[in-house]
């Protein structure tokens, strides 16, 4: 049966799994310490398209067919489909996943979507409404920087808190069939808004909502941050990471011997020149569907919380002078 | 027990009600046919807010209060807001019910967003994920005017296919006590795309997603279209009502007796300029938690499906020369 737990949380307690994962990323990081770890690396960044949204539309398509065929399912079994990305009307979305011709829930939580699709994928199959689903979020690097920030023309200078944003898309199954791991539980995240305005600096936006969040788990179940081995954020990076755990201790919740943030781990900023670390759905996502569901299919790691973290940022917004609110979702999961 | 239903749809056996409705809407839409059944007109298109865009966000963070002060409930009752605008990385929403500290699932559905927010909404309910949910959605003209088409001091021309987006938002409190009409099932739609380029014929782009989804419906629950006394879509103004109805002939299926349009019945075209009809989320929205939700708590309609309708269309994908496809959610709604 499962159950809401606490003021907003939900316990998973009959059986809901991660069956399948496919993760398709492009070049730069499959140069990265994970690359190894990835089911396919693009070496051309418009995979063979004409412009970068119909490139990212393209890394949808083919990581969604991929998590498929990994699955072994007929693609008529996937009943819904819970996705999004980071471009205005989930344009990579729309074009990516409209061809499988799959009812679709489209969902936007900026960079935490992997969080918030899951989260709402595992609540789908859990109450018995869809033998299987498929979560699945995708970010582009170059898609992003000219809706978000530059033309690439222009060669900004990028500050050191600012971060790189990922090329390449996660998907996963979601049934009730034993499989990578579990889905014990999710905690559903609020807007955080402390006033920051710098578009340069997405982990300061956002290592608040993460904190919120990352307590109201740990409150809601009733437990410490050693019940999980690992409490793994989506795209803070250096300067987030730093925030996070300064918020947290605050609090008396001490997460620095367990802490690990997709954007810091996906790029080596020595070599890569990457700055604060990775962001962008497709960060989390990504890392989420092979690194860290493998160490919980093998065993390594006995239970998680998944944190992917967003930065609620238009150009509009931020042009008009708003602050850059922040999200996140929390997954718990756990080696079967 | 709620169960799946067919190949798309969910069957809610156990009672799902919307508890409280509430309609905020602009002085254009107040002066229309349906004017006297908002809740509240707001004369001033900016609402007090230095821009088109913070007004809309208003418009929201209004509705959401009013909904919330109409269901007697206390804000810490509504556990989960499920809710979405039209604007890029939903800024209205972003902005609009931050301060309300509440959950946020957020959804982009283009102008479909307020069925699936209801969607989504009940299924949490209905599963026992929560005891109240809020589903919200709203649009603004101004604001999606310079998002998707001409700055308004440009004052293009506009065929008569052209829609207007409506300014205002909806909003309704989900639970299991009951309330104004009872959920019993939803539809969920998948992208359809005919290959339409034309952003000003948008009931076109987005009829062929409205038939399939009603015939969907019809085929999950084993009924005519005599089983609904309205089937109502969103904002297909008069040419895409045509398409809709032509297509579904096609399939033998004949809804032109009890076909309504959200977006033909909320302007009188006639004296209000509105050519094709409104459009926009907070079309479907505002007039579902009006006027039809009025008719069904009085009982002069007994069963309807409420199909919002949604075109996938971004200014980048469109000025790439992509398509515009369209999605449509359905929802059963009955009287009590």
Not at 60 to 75: C, D, H
Not at 91 to 106: H, K, Q, R, Y
Not at 121 to 127: E, I, K, L, N, S
Not at 266 to 275: A, P
Request: proline share 3%; charged share 20%; aromatic share 10%.
């Amino acid at each position: 049966m499962s159950q809401k737990v606490g003021k907003q949380s939900i316990a998973f307690e009959n059986g809901v799994y991660i069956d399948a994962m496919a993760s398709i990323v492009g070049k730069k990081e499959g140069n990265g310490p994970l690359g190894h770890e990835f089911d396919m690396i693009v070496e051309d960044p418009k995979f063979g398209e004409d412009n970068w949204d119909a490139a990212e539309s393209k890394f949808q398509n083919e990581t969604a067919k991929l998590v498929i065929s990994k699955s072994g399912l007929a693609k008529e079994s996937i009943r819904y489909i819970f996705a999004g990305d980071l471009l205005g009307q989930l344009i990579a979305t729309t074009f990516g996943i409209a061809e499988l011709g799959i009812p679709l829930f489209g969902l936007y939580g900026a960079c935490s979507t992997m969080g918030e699709s899951i989260s709402l994928g595992a609540m789908t199959v859990a109450a018995g409404y869809a033998d299987y689903v498929m979560a699945l979020a995708s970010s582009h690097f170059a898609s992003a920087e000219k809706s978000f920030r530059f033309p690439l023309e222009y060669s900004n200078q990028r500050p050191y808190s600012a971060t790189w944003t990922v090329t390449g898309c996660g998907s996963v199954i979601i049934g009730k069939d034993k499989g990578i791991a579990k889905i014990e539980g999710i905690t559903t995240g609020k807007i955080v808004d402390y006033g920051i305005k710098d578009a340069m600096n997405m982990g300061a936006c956002m290592a608040p909502a993460a904190a919120d969040v990352i307590y109201n788990n740990l409150k809601d179940f009733h437990i410490e941050p050693d019940y999980y081995d690992k409490i793994i954020t989506g795209d803070l990076g250096y300067v987030g990471q730093t925030i996070l755990i300064d918020m947290l201790k605050e609090r008396g919740i001490d997460i620095s011997d367990r802490h690990y943030d997709c954007g810091i781990e996906i790029f080596d900023n020595d070599e890569q020149d990457t700055h604060s670390g990775g962001s962008g759905c497709g960060c989390s996502a990504s890392v989420l569907c092979s690194y860290i569901l493998k160490q919980l299919e093998k065993g390594y790691w006995k239970r998680i919380l998944f944190v992917p973290t967003g930065a609620l940022m238009s150009p509009i917004s931020f042009n008009e002078g708003q602050s850059i609110p922040g999200i996140a979702h929390a997954v718990v999961l756990a080696s079967e």
